[in-house]
């Protein structure tokens, strides 16, 4: 479904150089790409994939072309995938949840009525921040506190899953959700390109 394991892949092979320019910076919380929920410091590595990924939806609705709004879109996604590889969860984990979504999004778009408004953008926002927030919230190990707090793996993916369904009605919303994996493949190449320049 939407060619989640390729982009997974993709991502994955990203995150095994950036990894390295975050500890050059001494920013890099794990050296684990796969750190999972547990413990403060994989969960703060998830938080600040979080926070990423909200900053670029922010990029997204103050961004004033189509094209610049898409690549925001896309970074956004970067980040997810991120949150998703960095927890453990699989696109195989993901897919199914956006199935029903895919099957009906044309069916919805065409028949919503004329007197029914669309979602704008920030409201569709919104409700991907709320899902995401209500995620993060089962991180517990706060860095004031001691003691490590157990999460449910479960009941995270439950949440993500959530994410996800929110951030593809996004994507049909403003009518790219067929071009995702072409749009991601592009950006991923820059991404790549990028740090060839810096190396």
């Given at each position: 479904?939407?060619?989640?394991?390729?982009?997974?892949?993709?991502?994955?092979?990203?995150r095994k150089?950036?990894?390295?320019?975050?500890?050059?910076?001494?920013?890099?919380?794990?050296?684990?790409?796969?750190?999972?929920?547990q413990?403060?410091?994989?969960?703060?590595?998830?938080?600040?994939y979080?926070?990423?990924?909200?900053?670029?939806?922010?990029?997204?609705?103050?961004s004033?072309?189509?094209?610049?709004?898409?690549?925001?879109?896309?970074?956004?996604?970067h980040?997810?995938?991120?949150?998703?590889?960095?927890?453990?969860?699989?696109?195989?984990?993901?897919?199914?949840?956006?199935?029903?979504?895919c099957?009906?999004?044309?069916?919805?778009?065409?028949?919503?009525?004329?007197?029914?408004?669309?979602?704008?953008?920030?409201?569709?926002?919104c409700?991907?921040?709320?899902?995401?927030?209500?995620?993060?919230?089962?991180?517990?190990?706060?860095?004031?506190k001691?003691?490590?707090?157990?999460?449910?793996?479960?009941?995270?993916?439950?949440?993500?899953q959530?994410?996800?369904?929110?951030?593809?009605?996004?994507?049909?919303?403003?009518?790219?959700e067929?071009?995702?994996?072409?749009?991601?493949?592009e950006?991923?190449?820059?991404?790549?390109?990028?740090?060839?320049?810096?190396?």
């Amino acid at each position: 479904m939407y060619d989640l394991e390729i982009m997974f892949l993709m991502q994955y092979e990203l995150r095994k150089r950036t990894i390295k320019i975050e500890s050059i910076n001494k920013l890099c919380l794990v050296k684990q790409i796969e750190s999972g929920i547990q413990g403060h410091i994989p969960q703060q590595k998830l938080k600040n994939y979080a926070w990423n990924f909200t900053e670029e939806l922010g990029e997204f609705l103050d961004s004033p072309s189509e094209a610049e709004r898409n690549s925001e879109i896309i970074d956004a996604l970067h980040f997810l995938i991120e949150i998703c590889i960095a927890s453990g969860i699989k696109a195989n984990q993901i897919a199914p949840s956006l199935a029903i979504l895919c099957d009906h999004s044309v069916e919805i778009r065409t028949n919503r009525s004329l007197t029914e408004r669309a979602y704008t953008n920030e409201e569709l926002i919104c409700d991907i921040i709320l899902k995401l927030s209500r995620a993060m919230n089962l991180l517990k190990c706060r860095a004031w506190k001691i003691k490590s707090s157990f999460t449910k793996f479960d009941e995270f993916l439950f949440h993500i899953q959530s994410v996800w369904i929110a951030f593809i009605s996004l994507c049909v919303e403003i009518k790219i959700e067929d071009q995702l994996l072409e749009l991601y493949k592009e950006k991923n190449r820059i991404n790549h390109a990028r740090i060839d320049m810096r190396c």
